[in-house]
């Protein structure tokens, strides 16, 4: 390995870095920008007094930092098995000569269900100790019981205030972690430990949104992964231009429909008449809970995304001001009177953060800041600015549009108004716009200063500059989080109330649509503007036609009357080709039918919300189940323009694992679902197992009848019909552990032997719980010895290695998507997280 450049900086001032773009090797990063430091010394974000520490806390790295899974029966049992057996397993441990902490509780997160562990990465791969408690941790967080989290990223969706049967948007959903804590607030503490009530379908939802398909998937599979929830949708749009759904008047509207709203009758509801007919039957949806995590430039978390140091300018904050502006005023939109919205970002640029937040009030009067002082006790925040300066790139002040125009805030959906507009051969980047000339409200101004490297002047949006009535807006009662209060990232947060006595204007729903659609440019994915923010000047040719790209200019959205073109701008552009939800006929469905009466499904269970993703609207492949809300909202809108990629929780797989066809149920249990429909079984395909049974399965990829250890067991597994079953323990004991909760895990019943049906990462997550070593036969140790024993022939059924191996292709997509995900947090791409959700 080549050894990296000497320098002359202080060691403090130095890091090391792996260069993954140059194919390997270490490359050094200067941790300090001369430019950076003056323009926070110029906006005075921090105190005087405070201002070494703060400079110093950025130079050190993030602590680890994870919080659990609160929805989860197991929740409270993990949390305490850290508390009595963790905790005291790394106290007083050294690693080089010095004393190593123990992992801590977040003081003011709920419950004490987040930690902190202050070490030195090297700690965690090097000790003994650490080792091991990282190895936990990350079984765990395959397994969904904790989220690796970054602190400050845990405090928006806390500060939303989300209450079971509210409605929630999470506009800029994507990697997840936000949108999961929503979930679980939506859902109530410890889901799963109330199932016995039957509530399956509980009356709230959460419309998980954002602009980058990709990482739409990538969402799924961190949120539902966690928290299956029936109420859960993940959505593909800019977030500036989010649809306006509609919900029914009276339910006997959707009788009798399976599926989505056609396009004809859409194309009915633009005449006159359809009009009337619509606003009879419909009214439109707005959200109880918005939460705006916006695009940000990400300044805020230098301490774990370390090109940020030399990547900073002063351009990048001003250059997503209007996207973030336009994303806001969407939101503002789309809540309900006396709802709530926090706006957030990982910025502490005043461009990105109050000069938003006093545009966005100045043009809504109907909106105002709340004060949450008692939030989150021991929560450290700083208040909001009330003052700022719009400094430009040689750090002087930047030319500030005329009088007669600082009395109105330009309307972010002027697109000539957009900041540091750049002409390039018609290209605009962010917030410009095509063509030639001078934007009607944005100043223009002569100087070396205001002057980009092609000669082209600059404009400047008024809404970057303060009105003077800050403080009388109450921006002080934001939060700002700096990372030397509690050695955390750097956040700001602010919590905006829309009143409540009055309605909001009705509006029809084409009308409001083309609205929005006329007056906002799509939005760039999030990861890629916070790793390449637009900047004054002095970008990469590559980074400003990507941007350039990104960005549809305004006039030509507008001027797109086809419907199917203004579809596929609503997502970004990009055409929606993912496979249509519709639901099926309840128990008329034969499928439906044979997997109630094989299961001993209860009456009381939701039928109609069962619904297939084929265009057939057969039971082919897998059966899921929403809330009866999410039926509501996906019959009365078209499947287009929902861009849906993923809702509902899927309950049933289809198992084709008989070699002779005689398996009366071919469909098996999925453990994300398992929860939800095991109230409503009886107890005919419930296994009820001691801990040697549990150890045994555990230990073998299968077991055959004669062998299992328990007798009981052994009698009445024969006597089970073939097929999918699901394995009760009651409360499992281990190594110093007996959970409380009574273990439930999806099983599989052959003509011969039996195996479980869990995921391997997750499967290893609770060996290493119960048993502190992993007993699996995919664990390392395991895996050498079957190696050495490769010669023996199998013994395992066909029906047996069938449906073993439906289970790990599943494990297998869902490790890539993870391993994705956190390739993305980390930075390996080139993405960097516009929130700091995951470390």
């Given at each position: ?429 962010v917030g410009g716009s095509k063509g030639k000339g001078k934007g009607k409200k944005g100043k223009k101004a002569d100087g070396p200063n205001n002057v980009d490297k092609k000669g082209q002047r600059k404009a400047w949006t008024a ?208 453990s994300e679902g398992l929860e939800v429909v095991r109230p409503f079984l009886d107890e005919r395909r419930i296994l009820k197992v001691g801990n040697e049974t549990l150890r045994q399965v555990m230990q073998e990829v299968s077991v ?65 719980r119960l048993y502190a070593e992993d007993v699996t036969p995919h664990s390392k140790a395991n895996v050498a010895a079957a190696k050495s024993a490769a010669a023996t022939p199998a013994t395992t059924d066909f029906e047996t290695a ?38």
């Amino acid at each position: 390995m080549p050894r990296p450049k000497r320098t002359n900086k202080p060691a403090k001032e130095r890091t090391l870095s792996r260069n993954n773009a140059q194919g390997g090797g270490w490359k050094v990063i200067e941790q300090t920008n001369p430019d950076f430091f003056s323009y926070y010394k110029k906006q005075k974000i921090i105190p005087e007094d405070e201002w070494d520490d703060f400079v110093k806390a950025l130079r050190e790295p993030l602590p680890t930092t994870f919080r659990l899974t609160s929805s989860r029966p197991t929740a409270h049992a993990l949390n305490e098995h850290i508390k009595q057996v963790y905790v005291p397993f790394l106290t007083g441990i050294e690693h080089e000569g010095k004393q190593l902490q123990p992992p801590k509780p977040i003081e003011w997160y709920p419950h004490q269900l987040a930690w902190q562990l202050p070490v030195p990465k090297s700690a965690l791969r090097k000790n003994d100790h650490m080792r091991k408690f990282q190895h936990f941790l990350v079984y765990e967080t395959d397994a969904g019981n904790i989220s690796r989290q970054e602190a400050v990223s845990m405090i928006p969706p806390l500060l939303l205030d989300v209450q079971p049967g509210h409605t929630a948007l999470d506009m800029c959903a994507a990697p997840g972690s936000k949108s999961v804590q929503i979930l679980e607030a939506l859902h109530g503490p410890a889901l799963h430990a109330g199932a016995g009530e039957k509530d399956v379908s509980p009356q709230g939802l959460l419309i998980a949104n954002d602009s980058d398909a990709k990482r739409c998937h990538l969402l799924v599979h961190q949120s539902l992964h966690r928290v299956p929830g029936t109420g859960m949708m993940v959505t593909n749009h800019d977030a500036t231009q989010l649809p306006s759904l509609r919900l029914p008047k009276v339910d006997k509207t959707l009788d009798g429909r399976l599926k989505f709203t056609p396009d004809d009758e859409r194309e009915l509801a633009k005449t006159p008449k359809g009009r009337e007919r619509a606003q009879k039957d419909y009214e439109g949806m707005l959200f109880d809970r918005i939460l705006a995590d916006v695009p940000c430039s990400g300044d805020g978390t230098l301490r774990k995304n370390l090109g940020i140091w030399n990547d900073w300018s002063v351009g990048n904050g001003i250059g997503l001001h209007t996207l973030q502006l336009r994303i806001l005023l969407r939101g503002i939109q789309l809540l309900k009177p006396g709802g709530r919205l926090v706006y957030s970002t990982c910025s502490m640029n005043p461009m990105e953060n109050e000069s938003v937040i006093s545009a966005a009030l100045a043009l809504c009067p109907e909106m105002s800041i709340l004060p949450v002082p008692d939030a989150l006790p021991g929560l450290k925040r700083r208040p909001g600015l009330t003052s700022w300066e719009v400094l430009d790139n040689s750090l002087q002040a930047a030319p500030r549009p005329g009088s007669e125009d600082a009395d109105k805030p330009d309307a972010p959906e002027q697109p000539e108004e957009g900041v540091a507009v750049e002409q390039d051969n018609d290209k605009s980047t962010v917030g410009g716009s095509k063509g030639k000339g001078k934007g009607k409200k944005g100043k223009k101004a002569d100087g070396p200063n205001n002057v980009d490297k092609k000669g082209q002047r600059k404009a400047w949006t008024a809404t970057l500059w303060p009105r003077g009535d800050e403080g009388e807006k109450g921006l002080e009662h934001c939060l700002r989080l700096y990372p030397h209060l509690q050695d955390t990232g750097a956040f700001f947060v602010c919590v905006l109330v829309k009143k409540g006595d009055a309605e909001p204007e009705k509006k029809g729903e084409q009308e409001q649509t083309m609205e929005i659609e006329a007056g906002a440019p799509a939005a760039a994915e999030k990861r890629e503007r916070s790793a390449t923010p637009t900047p004054v000047d002095g970008q990469p040719e590559a980074k400003k036609a990507r941007q350039g790209e990104a960005a549809a200019p305004a006039a030509e959205v507008a001027a797109k009357d086809d419907e199917e073109k203004k579809e596929q701008v609503m997502g970004g552009g990009r055409p929606f080709n993912e496979e249509p939800y519709i639901y099926l006929p309840g128990l008329e469905d034969e499928q439906i039918q044979v997997i109630k009466d094989f299961f001993g499904i209860s009456d009381s269970f939701p039928f109609s919300d069962l619904l297939v993703r084929n265009a057939t609207g057969a039971a082919l492949r897998s059966v899921y189940l929403t809330s009866d809300l999410t039926r509501k909202l996906l019959l009365s809108n078209a499947y287009t323009r929902m861009r849906l990629i993923s809702c509902g929780v899927k309950l049933f797989t289809r198992q084709d694992s008989s070699k002779d066809g005689t398996y009366r149920c071919k469909w098996r249990l999925n453990s994300e679902g398992l929860e939800v429909v095991r109230p409503f079984l009886d107890e005919r395909r419930i296994l009820k197992v001691g801990n040697e049974t549990l150890r045994q399965v555990m230990q073998e990829v299968s077991v055959k009848f004669d062998d299992l250890k328990e007798e009981d067991v052994r009698e009445r597994v024969k006597a089970m019909e073939p097929g999918s079953a699901i394995l009760r323990v009651e409360k499992a004991k281990g190594k110093d552990i007996e959970m409380e909760e009574d273990l439930y895990l999806a099983f599989w019943i052959s003509k011969t032997s039996c195996n479980l049906m869990v995921e391997k990462l997750e499967k290893s997550a609770l060996s290493l719980r119960l048993y502190a070593e992993d007993v699996t036969p995919h664990s390392k140790a395991n895996v050498a010895a079957a190696k050495s024993a490769a010669a023996t022939p199998a013994t395992t059924d066909f029906e047996t290695a069938a449906a073993t191996d439906a289970v790990e292709k599943e494990d297998g997509e869902k490790v890539e998507a993870e391993e994705q995900l956190a390739k993305e947090e980390a930075g390996e791409e080139g993405l960097a997280t516009s929130a700091g959700d995951a470390a």
